[in-house]
């Protein structure tokens, strides 16, 4: 039983009924991690890791059909769909606080129990945006991230566009606490079916569902208890492996006593607090997915397009350290029991490459020659495979349920690319291997599930009551000496996302589904998914430290890296046949 202080009751994630219409229970150890993210940075007037989920809706309207008929016939529908939604997935309407008299964070759910408080619920949660932004640059602009999940059904006005075509675009904002990324993209595809019933099903499904608190039994529980994780201290056999991981953890030098510097993407030096939170987005052409795939099926059964690329990045990310043309690196320490993270030194070097992007200066003790770079990095895995019915469907899809492993993904590399083709390629798949390894390695770990409870926690930074109570704020945590690039692999969204509804007088057409956690750090979110055959890389980040070009040239070199082994060419060369689209 874990003790937080005198009086506290053990911990209880079972929803009850504390009073008439409020439900109550304690967040388990993933949601704490989001919710102390945010505390950490609200002196920054923004959410750390809030979600933002994003989907296109479009009609073309018959010549027979008024098209504004057709647009107050959909927004009202969408309208419905929501309330619907909340009644089905009543989790999306509750909301993280800490406790401050139990000492613990607990989420909490009310009823909204007349037709006054159902008003005021639609008005604050969903919003209708004319703009002649797209949803997508809307979604730019920075709007604020809402304590409680929020639809925005942004109604783009553009110019261009047939007068018989109607497009709505559908942006969810909500903390992280609430939802993630996969669960958002159910989310969003429930959503959609509820909006084509009831634009087709008529007085029957627009009869609005009464929100009694008979809602609640839909409410869903934590991961722990979705996928049955008793709330106690670990097992010795769960202590025996966080045991040996920690101990291999200590002994992470390279095993042949080479130095090496921790490599990360190259920022803008100066801002210390973040601005607003940007995504890039190329999709590749459908020749360019269907060889990658087929290449891989053929060649490669074993290997993932989320391995190919997550290497493409390690690689690509010690080309622009190589690319950067510095005088001196520092590196960690070749001690066999301990390691000190590396530095690298700049100076005027941001001026000698093309990338929009310049390397922190730090301080170092010791200029050595540098004979390996290590990329580090963590692995985000969807836990819903863990959870027992019906945690595992989409009617729990608004849930917090994936993991991080207990280690640490760590690539070893030379530190300087390799010159022919042959070399290149070997050294993609000697880094490849790495990778593929890490990923089977917690794949196959029968225990990985159960220890994802004590990973959050062993995650989540320890702040000050009143920084919890919300009564202080802490100053922003300042740009990471080594931001790091995460992969985040959606995979084939057509198995979450269905593409077409028929609404009886024409086709719904949903186009462009995608989610991003806030990025307030230096560092990138690589995102990778496929809809309808066609492969989209996307990037989350912060403009404060790095732009548009930048990002978009990171992307075209990971690209560049992943086909120049597919295709056995050598990668550094301008491709003008990317098969890359904007």
């Known amino acids: ?137 809307w979604a730019h602009s920075g709007p604020p991230a809402p304590t409680t999940a929020t639809l925005f059904v942004v109604c783009p006005a553009i110019a261009s566009q047939d007068s018989s075509t109607i497009r709505r675009d559908l942006v969810l904002r909500s903390p992280h606490d609430i939802i993630d990324g996969i669960g958002t993209l159910h989310f969003l595809n429930s959503l959609v079916t509820k909006t084509t019933q009831a634009f087709t099903e008529g007085e029957f499904f627009r009869e609005l569902p009464v929100f009694d608190g008979s809602e609640a039994s839909n409410l869903s529980p934590p991961y722990r208890v979705a996928a049955n994780i008793p709330s106690t201290p670990p097992t010795p056999e769960h202590q025996a492996r966080l045991s040996t991981i920690k101990a291999a953890a200590s002994q992470s030098a390279n095993p042949d006593g080479l130095p090496f510097v921790d490599i990360g993407i190259p920022y803008t ?51 622009f350290h190589t690319s950067l043309d510095l005088p001196s690196m520092s590196c960690a320490s070749n001690s066999k029991t301990s390691t000190t993270n590396s530095k690298t030194s700049s100076s005027s070097s941001s001026s000698k490459t ?136 959606m995979g084939v969204v057509d198995g979450i996302v269905k593409r077409v509804h028929d609404l009886g007088l024409g086709k719904l057409e949903v186009q462009r589904p995608w989610v991003t956690g806030e990025e307030l750090t230096n560092g990138l979110g690589v995102f990778l998914g496929t809809l309808d055959g066609v492969l989209c890389l996307s990037c989350a980040f912060n403009e404060a430290w790095h732009d548009r070009k930048g990002v978009d040239e990171f992307l075209w070199e990971v690209e560049r890296v992943v086909f120049g082994w597919v295709d056995g060419v050598d990668e550094s060369q301008p491709d003008s046949e990317s098969g890359c689209m904007r």
């Open 269 to 319: 030096k100066g801002p210390l607090l973040p601005g607003k939170h940007q995504r890039t987005a190329h999709y590749l052409s459908r020749e360019r997915t269907s060889a990658l795939i087929t290449f891989l099926n053929e060649s490669y059964p074993d290997t993932t397009v989320t391995h190919a690329f997550h290497a493409a990045i390690a690689l690509t990310l010690r080309n």
């Open 1 to 137: 039983m874990r003790v937080l202080k005198a009086g506290v009751k053990r911990d209880d994630y079972n929803w009850r009924q504390i009073r008439p219409g409020l439900w109550q229970r304690d967040a388990d150890e993933a949601e704490v991690f989001y919710s102390t993210l945010a505390k950490l940075y609200a002196g920054s007037g923004r959410m750390h890791f809030a979600i933002t989920g994003h989907i296109s809706l479009t009609i073309n309207v018959p010549s027979d059909e008024d098209p504004e008929v057709v647009s107050r016939r959909l927004d009202e529908s969408l309208r419905i769909a929501w309330l619907r939604q909340r009644y089905e997935t009543p989790t999306i309407a509750s909301y993280a606080h800490y406790d401050a008299l139990d000492g613990k964070w607990k989420k909490s759910y009310r009823t909204i129990p007349d037709d006054a408080s159902t008003k005021a619920w639609l008005e604050k949660t969903f919003q209708m945006i004319s703009t002649s932004q797209t949803g997508e640059e």
């Open 354 to 489: 093309s990338h929009s992007m310049s390397v922190p200066e730090q301080e170092q003790e010791q200029q050595v020659e540098v004979s390996k770079s290590r990329y580090t990095n963590y692995l985000l895995r969807n836990e819903r495979s863990a959870c027992s019915p019906p945690y595992n469907t989409p009617l729990h899809c608004v849930s917090v349920y994936h993991s991080l492993p207990p280690t640490k993904l760590q690539v070893d590399l030379l530190s300087v690319s390799p010159t022919t083709p042959q070399e290149k390629r070997a050294e993609f798949e000697t880094v490849l291997n790495q990778i593929k390894h890490f990923y089977t390695s917690v794949r196959n770990d029968p225990l990985h599930y159960a220890l994802a409870p004590t990973t959050w926690t062993e995650w989540t930074p320890v702040l000050p009551e009143a920084v919890l109570k919300g009564e202080e704020k802490m100053e922003v945590p300042k740009p990471k000496e080594v931001p790091s690039v995460s992969v985040s692999s």
